[in-house]
């Protein structure tokens, strides 16, 4: 089998400021494969989706599956599972819980992607689903966590829906990969979902997102040709015109007439 090398944590700090790496959240292995065609430097992945099938379909992507905030409570609950994804083909983990936490993943070895600004799992602290960081106080908040999850040991975080110029500047002051959602150049990565790069619902896309094909007019299409065909296919059943003989597996007459008479006589 044909090695592949993928970069470590290592490859992807010494890249800082050099050039935007890419990142995609996938969640199928077809868009895995996609991801690795296209050359996609890191993939965010759930964890369901990691084992050997995964890392066949994308061997080079550095990944990083989710922790779900709220699906784990202690930090040994996290470790297990974050051992478990790294056993399964995952490079690291993205953690959102508290300090404590990723410290305590960091003294064991774990690398960990944590998350700054628009928090989705926290976003009532800071309003909802808006921009973070808009005014001196938000924006210094948002360094303050930044700086405290490099002191715990991130050695990434996710920067979301942060002014650009916000984000530039913390870029700057942090030995962390950046990683932009909505954050603008001024970071190390720029992150998206597939589902919105590829125009997969017919719902609300996110100010950043930025969609590259229309994937859901598509889905619509085939929908209406699969209601088409079972259509047809009831059709066809009631009418008598499925099965036809091509469709069915033939006895030699002799031998369905010896049946017969056997089964005439009782099956014996």
Not at 49 to 64: D, K, S
Not at 163 to 175: C, F, L, Q
Not at 184 to 200: K, T
Request: hydrophobic share 40%.
């Amino acid at each position: 089998m044909k090695k592949h090398s993928r970069a470590t944590v290592a490859d992807l700090l010494a890249m800082k400021g050099s050039r935007q790496l890419t990142m995609l959240r996938v969640t199928s292995l077809e868009e895995a494969e996609a991801a690795e065609t296209a050359g996609i430097d890191i993939v965010s992945v759930p964890p369901a989706l990691l084992g050997p099938a995964f890392r066949e379909a994308a061997p080079t992507p550095f990944a990083i599956p989710g922790l779900e905030y709220g699906d784990y409570v202690s930090a040994e609950e996290y470790m297990r599972e974050a051992f478990k994804v790294l056993k399964a083909g995952g490079d690291a983990v993205y953690c959102a819980a508290g300090l404590p936490t990723i410290r305590r993943m960091r003294e064991e070895g774990i690398p960990v992607c944590g998350h700054v600004g628009l928090i989705p799992s926290k976003a009532t602290w800071t309003g909802g689903f808006r921009a973070v960081g808009k005014t001196v106080a938000s924006a210094l908040e948002v360094w303050r966590q930044t700086k405290a999850l490099e002191e715990a040991g991130a050695f990434a975080v996710e920067i979301e829906v942060v002014p650009g110029n916000v984000a530039e500047a913390i870029s700057r002051n942090t030995s962390m990969l950046m990683i932009s959602m909505g954050a603008g150049s001024g970071c190390d990565a720029q992150y998206l979902f597939a589902d919105d790069v590829l125009g997969s619902h017919g719902g609300h896309y996110p100010r950043h997102a930025k969609k590259y094909r229309n994937f859901a007019v598509e889905y619509e299409r085939l929908q209406r040709e699969r209601i088409g065909a079972f259509a047809e296919f009831a059709a066809d059943v009631r009418s008598g015109a499925y099965p036809e003989r091509q469709h069915l597996v033939s006895i030699e007459d002799e031998e369905l007439q010896a049946f017969l008479r056997r089964l005439a006589d009782g099956g014996r």
